[in-house]
């Protein structure tokens, strides 16, 4: 499975942006999505997952009411549309897949996700 990123940018605070991450080599049924970030000097924290049917989503409590997660089966593609967008959400947001078949539940735990995308910057101005 590989995961290629884009759409990131920089933009003024309160406006959007659009991520897509495209996954290669095939999705099942089984398999989690998700979008994580990383600030300089911060750990890499959640943003958003959500499931193959996309029957299910998770957000992290900053981005909830804002962010956007969803999954176009037809097209391996996974997309975070990003709404009022704040100085604090700048960072390099990485696209990752969860392959676990033991698991059901959307893990907020980057240990779970099993491969990653090289990811894209996001960066927003105050």
């Known amino acids: 499975v590989q995961l290629q990123a884009s759409g990131g940018g920089l933009v003024q605070a309160g406006n959007s942006l659009r991520l897509s991450c495209t996954v290669s080599?095939?999705?099942?049924?089984?398999?989690?999505m998700g979008w994580f970030r990383q600030a300089p000097g911060k750990e890499r924290e959640f943003v958003a997952a959500?499931?193959?049917?996309?029957?299910?989503?998770r957000y992290a409590s900053s981005v909830r009411g804002r962010f956007l997660i969803s999954f176009d089966k037809g097209q391996d593609t996974m997309y975070l549309q990003m709404n009022s967008l704040k100085p604090e959400d700048t960072a390099r947001y990485y696209c990752?897949?969860?392959?676990?078949?033991?698991?059901?539940?959307?893990?907020?735990?980057?240990?779970?996700?099993?491969?990653w995308g090289q990811g894209t910057q996001v960066t927003v101005s105050s």
């Open positions: 990752a897949v969860d392959r676990r078949l033991q698991s059901y539940s959307l893990s907020d735990d980057a240990r779970d996700y099993g491969d």
């Open positions: 080599g095939g999705t099942f049924t089984w398999y989690r």
């Open positions: 959500i499931t193959w049917s996309a029957d299910s989503t």
